[in-house]
DNA sequence: GCCAACGTTGGC
DNA sequence: GCCAACGTTGGC
């Protein structure tokens, strides 16, 4: 197990499941499954425990957008929709006893006062090595380093920043 | 709707 | 083990 990040990025399309969904969910906490990506499936196994701080992303949106906090409440375990025929995420190599997929629990925190829009996180400095924002990244479950989850919930605190001139 | 970038699959 | 073909993601 490592022990290195601490918070994450969850990608999800609103049109799905959006923070909003989170919210009014029973306990508004959810499993988060149908991760199909061997390399967002690993973070959620390997790596993701209880406390775990997450940034809650719309993506497919408009504007794509960072749009509040959440956090792990549960790690990975198997995501049992892969062994459900009917589900769009079934998975036939992935079975009980052996299972390939997993999800964790996340819990709502808090919507941000304002959504933080993709083109406006693409000009922090602060941001610029952030997976997300790095091209050609589609990783649905991404490491996000202390520093730079701390400059998007202050930015989220902030009005708008001023138009430019 | 387009298409670049990426991950996966399968033939060899 | 290579790599072409294919399917998917997701911003624009």
């Given at each position: 197990m490592s022990d290195a990040p601490r918070y994450w990025l969850l990608k999800s399309e609103?049109?799905?499941?959006?923070?909003?969904?989170?919210?009014?969910?029973?306990?508004?906490?959810?499993?988060?499954?149908?991760?199909?990506?061997?390399?967002?499936?690993n973070f959620m196994r390997d790596d993701m425990r209880p406390g775990d701080r997450v940034l809650f992303y719309h993506s497919s949106a408009e504007p794509p957008a960072v749009v509040g906090l959440a956090t792990i409440v549960k790690p990975g375990y198997p995501d049992f929709t892969a062994e459900e025929k009917s589900d769009d995420h079934y998975d036939p190599k992935h079975t009980k006893q052996s299972p390939i997929w997993y999800m964790v629990d996340?819990?709502?925190?808090?919507?941000?006062?304002?959504?933080?829009?993709?083109?406006?996180?693409?000009?922090?400095?602060?941001?610029?090595?952030?997976?997300?924002?790095?091209?050609?990244?589609?990783?649905?479950?991404?490491?996000?380093?202390?520093?730079?989850?701390?400059?998007?919930?202050?930015?989220a605190k902030q009005k708008s920043p001023a138009k430019k001139a």
């Open positions: 609103p049109d799905c499941f959006s923070i909003d969904h989170l919210a009014a969910a029973p306990k508004q906490t959810t499993y988060w499954s149908g991760v199909r990506n061997f390399q967002a499936r996340v819990k709502f925190d808090e919507k941000f006062p304002r959504e933080l829009a993709l083109p406006e996180l693409r000009g922090i400095p602060a941001l610029k090595e952030m997976v997300l924002l790095q091209k050609g990244s589609r990783l649905s479950v991404q490491p996000v380093r202390k520093a730079e989850f701390d400059a998007i919930v202050k930015l």
